[in-house]
């Protein structure tokens, strides 16, 4: 999710449909961002839980991880 999803972060439905916004994307990109979350989606999983320490403790000094966002955004994929 974070590196192609949340566009509705910075614009709308509308602003795209309008013409306001163009969206940018290469041909077939939509079919290819879900072809590889179905084959790759446990291995992907497994990689997140190590990369943000996900079975770690988490208290008053922090948690340990890896990655360069402190965790994954709990908001809506659009």
Same mark, same amino acid.
């Given at each position: 999710?974070?590196?192609y999803q949340g566009v509705?972060?910075?614009?709308?439905? &509308?602003?795209? %449909? +309008?013409?306001?916004?163009?969206?940018?994307? !290469?041909?077939?990109? @939509?079919?290819?961002?879900?072809?590889?979350?179905?084959?790759?989606?446990?291995?992907? &999983?497994?990689? %997140? +839980?190590?990369?943000?320490?996900?079975?770690? !403790?988490?208290?008053? @000094?922090?948690?340990?991880?890896n990655g360069l966002g402190?965790?994954?955004?709990?908001?809506?994929?659009?």
């Open positions: 999710m974070d590196h509705k972060g910075v614009t709308s439905d &509308a602003d795209v %449909a +309008s013409g306001a916004v163009q969206v940018i994307a !290469p041909e077939h990109f @939509m079919e290819h961002a879900l072809a590889e979350d179905v084959h790759a989606r446990n291995a992907m &999983a497994q990689r %997140a +839980s190590n990369q943000y320490g996900l079975r770690l !403790p988490r208290d008053e @000094m922090g948690l340990v991880d402190k965790c994954l955004s709990i908001g809506t994929a659009s």
